[in-house]
C-alpha cells in the first residue's frame, strides 16, 4: 500500500491502480464520458482530468496510475475550467432538442451540463449535419447526438467481438457508424443494443413500437395480448425508483391492464415450454448420435451472431423457437382455438429485455401466410414510458396476478432471465427424461453466477455430460473457437448475447451499474429457491397444453409451431 493525498487528505491507495478507481473508493465523484470499467482505459473524453502538483498540465485521471506521496486536487478551480469548457464545446456542436429528446431527463451529457452550471452559450458556429439511419430493423442511430466517446465502439468491438460500427472520417468530420457509413441494416449488427446501454445521450436508441401499440390498445377490433419475459419483473421498478432486483410482477401485471392489454401473459410459462422440446431434441440428439454440442437458440442475437460469423454451427443449434415466439405461436393458435377469436384481430405484444427480439419478430419465416407470432416488441424502457403515459404509480397498484393458461410457470423458466439459467432448467428436465427421476438437488451451483464462460460435467444416469454456458458474445467467440479447433468434451451450450443474460439485456433501464445487474440475478435466484414447482415438466399448464393440443414434444405439431429454421448470412445483410 502507498499514501497519497487528496483534496488535502491521506488516502491510502494500491501502487498502479488509476487515480479515477482510488477516487470513487473514497466517495470523490470526478465525472466521465469515455471511460469503461471492464476495459483498458483511454483518457479520451478528458473530463476526468485532475490537478497533480508537480505536473504542469492536468492529467486524466481514469488512465494516469498514483505514486507514492502524490497530492492530487479533483475539484481545482483549474479542473473544473477544463470540464466546464469541454461540456460547452460538445455542446455547441449538439442539437437543441432536449424536449424531444428519448433521453431527455437521462443524458450523461445533459446532466454534466446541470453539474457544471452551463448557463448560456460561449461557442457559436456551423453544426455538422447528418441523416438519422432508420434502417435497423432495431437500433436507430443519430449522428448528429454523438459526441465521439468510443463507448459503444469499444463495446461492440471489444466485449461483443462483433465490430459492426467504428470511428470513420478525419477531424471535424469524425463520426461513429457502420463500413462505409452504410445503414446498421447492411452491417454485421446483431442488434443486441449493448451500444445502447453504454451510450452517454440520445445518439444510439431503440426503434420504439410505442405507437403502434398504443394504437392497436385504442382500436376496438383488435384483441390485444402482451406477454412479459422473465427478467422484466425484477427490473422494471428501477425505473420508478424501487430497489433493484426487486420482484415487481403483481403491479406490472396490474399496470398492465390499466393500460388496457386484454390478457397479461407471462413468458417463463412459453420457457417452461422452450425446455420440453429444447430438452427434448438434447435427449433425441444424444441417443441418436445427432450433431453435437446442442446450441441454445432462445437469444435473437446470438442468433443472427452464429449465421453471420460461424455458419459452420447452424446445424448444432437447435431448432426451437425462442420463449417469445413460442408464446407467439400458442396465443394465435390454441389460445385463439380456446376463446374462438379469429388469429388475424389479435394484436400480440411482447416486453423483452432485449432489442435484438424486435429483429426476431420481423424474421420472414416466423411470419406464416402475413400473420407474425408476435406483431410488436417493447423493451424495459418502453414499457415504462407507456406506464408513465398513463399516469399510473406503481408504488401504490395493488398486485395482480397474471391470466390463464399461459400465466402459470415454473421456477425453472423464471431462471431464462439470468446466464446459466436455461441451462440449469434444461438440466432438471433431461435428467427427468433420461432417468424418469427428478434430480436431488435442483440447483447446479457451478452454472450460477456472472462470469463469462463457465463449464462443468454432470452425471445423468450412465451419461457423463459436459456443460458450458457463454454470455457475451466475445466470451462465446473464445468458446467456439476451441470446438472449432478440435475440443469435444463439451455436449450442451447456453449462450446469451449479453454479458451476464437478460438481466442486463440492451432493453432494460439504463444506468445499472454491477451491483444492480447482481441484486436481479440474485431475486431470480430466490424466486427459484421459494418456488413449490422447480422444473418445467412439473407445469401443470404445460402439461394441459400437451395432451389438450400438442401431443408430445416433437411432435409433428410442435414442430410446425415450435420449431424454425436459420440460414447462412453474408455479412453485410
Known sequence: MITIEVNGRKVRANPKETILTVLKREGIKVPTLCHLPDLFPTGACRLCVVEIEGIRGLVPSCAYPVSEGMKIKTHSPRALRARKTIIELLLSNHP?????????????????????????????????????????????????????????????????????????????????????????????????????VVCPTGALRERSSIKEVMDAIADPEKFVVVQHAPSVSVTLGEAFGIKAGKDVMGIMAAAMRRVGFDRVFDTSFAADLTIMEEASEFVQRLKNNGKLPLLTSCSPGWIKFVETFYPEFIDNLSSCKSPQQMMGAVIKSYFAEKEGIDPAKIFSVSVMPCTAKKFEAERPELIHHGIADVDAVLTTRELARIIRMR???????????????????????????????????????????????????????????????????????????????????????????????????????????????????????????????????????????????????????????????????????????????????????
Open 96 to 196: 437543441d432538442d432536449c424536449l424531444y429528446c428519448v433521453r431527455n431527463g437521462d443524458c450523461e451529457l445533459q446532466s454534466l451540463a446541470e453539474e457544471l452550471g452551463i448557463r448560456e452559450r460561449r461557442y457559436t458556429g456551423a453544426k455538422n449535419e447528418y441523416k438519422i439511419d432508420t434502417s435497423s430493423p432495431a437500433i436507430i442511430r443519430d449522428p448528429a447526438k454523438c459526441i465521439l466517446c468510443g463507448k459503444c465502439v469499444r463495446v461492440c468491438e471489444e466485449i461483443q467481438g462483433v465490430a459492426a460500427i467504428d470511428f470513420i472520417g478525419r477531424g471535424s468530420r469524425a463520426q461513429v457508424g457502420p463500413a462505409f457509413n452504410e445503414g446498421m441494416n447492411i452491417s454485421s449488427c446483431v442488434n443486441c443494443g449493448q451500444c445502447i
Open 391 to 573: 399516469g399510473l404509480d406503481l408504488k401504490n397498484m395493488t398486485p395482480e396476478g397474471n391470466d390463464s393458461p399461459f400465466g402459470e410457470r415454473s421456477s425453472a423458466g423464471k431462471l431464462f432471465g439470468v446466464t446459466g439459467g436455461v441451462m440449469e432448467a434444461a438440466v432438471r428436465t433431461a435428467h427427468y427424461l433420461v432417468t424418469g427421476k427428478e434430480m436431488e438437488d435442483y440447483v447446479v451451483e457451478d452454472l450460477r453466477g456472472l462470469e463469462g464462460i463457465k463449464i462443468t460435467k454432470i452425471k445423468i444416469g450412465d451419461l457423463e455430460l459436459g456443460l458450458a454456458v457463454a454470455s457475451g458474445l466475445g466470451n462465446v467467440r473464445n468458446l467456439l473457437d476451441e470446438i472449432r479447433a478440435g475440443r469435444d468434451d463439451i455436449h450442451f451450450i447456453e449462450v446469451m448475447t449479453c454479458p451476464g443474460g437478460c438481466i442486463a439485456g440492451g432493453g432494460q433501464p439504463l444506468a445499472a451499474d454491477q451491483k444492480a445487474i447482481k441484486s436481479r440475478m440474485k431475486s431470480l435466484y430466490e424466486i427459484d429457491r421459494d418456488a413449490s414447482i422447480k422444473t418445467s415438466h412439473s407445469n401443470p399448464y404445460i402439461q394441459r397444453l400437451y395432451s389438450e393440443y400438442l401431443g408430445q414434444p416433437l411432435s409433428e405439431k410442435c414442430h410446425h409451431l415450435l420449431h424454425t429454421k436459420y440460414q447462412k448470412r453474408d455479412v453485410l445483410k
